[in-house]
């Protein structure tokens, strides 16, 4: 994709990313950390964190085209290294949005079946679990995972954007507002 309308595509998309990404990145951080959240979080997340790791390449490819249409300056060349690590951020959220959805699927047909008053050894062979749903070892270590690559990818976003922010706009404007024509 190389532009929308006239402008050139990155500039769009990348805002998709930095809403997008972190706003997955928090809504792991919750449905990892709170039971009750995980109902109503899970799934939509997981098919949000999706669709952003989707996002990201054609994002970097986006830059890519722009950066070749654009002054090389070290602040560009900067940005276009930095944007490379998105997807290194954006993936661990994804596979942890995916397993949190997962394992509460999980969690939710043994619960389900245990309730229904069947028994539970041949439930156990009926429903088998991949993700240990019951283990609070497992959901303890998921949600540290879950708040380490939040915050891996809330952080890497930040800085690929303030590095875009300098390329863009460093010596571009004035502290003093600018002198307009008369009539303006």
Request: no cysteine.
């Amino acid at each position: 994709m190389t532009t929308v309308d006239g402008l050139p595509a990155h500039i769009l998309l990348v805002h998709a990313i930095v809403v997008l990404l972190p706003l997955a990145a928090l809504l792991l951080v919750l449905s990892a950390l709170w039971p009750a959240a995980r109902g109503k979080l899970a799934g939509p997340n997981a098919v949000l964190s999706v669709l952003v790791v989707v996002l990201v390449p054609i994002t970097t490819d986006a830059g890519e085209w722009l950066e070749r249409r654009v002054a090389s300056t070290p602040l560009v060349r900067a940005h276009t290294e930095l944007g490379d690590t998105a997807l290194f951020v954006a993936i661990p959220v994804t596979v942890l949005a995916l397993v949190v959805w997962w394992r509460h699927r999980e969690h939710l047909r043994t619960g389900a079946t245990k309730t229904a008053g069947a028994d539970p050894a041949s439930t156990a062979t009926r429903r088998r679990t991949f993700l240990a749903p019951a283990s609070t070892a497992v959901t303890a270590l998921i949600a540290v995972l879950a708040v380490m690559a939040a915050g891996a990818a809330v952080y890497d976003i930040y800085r690929i954007g303030d590095s875009g922010a300098q390329a863009t706009w460093q010596d571009q404007f004035s502290s003093a507002p600018a002198s307009r024509a008369p009539g303006r």
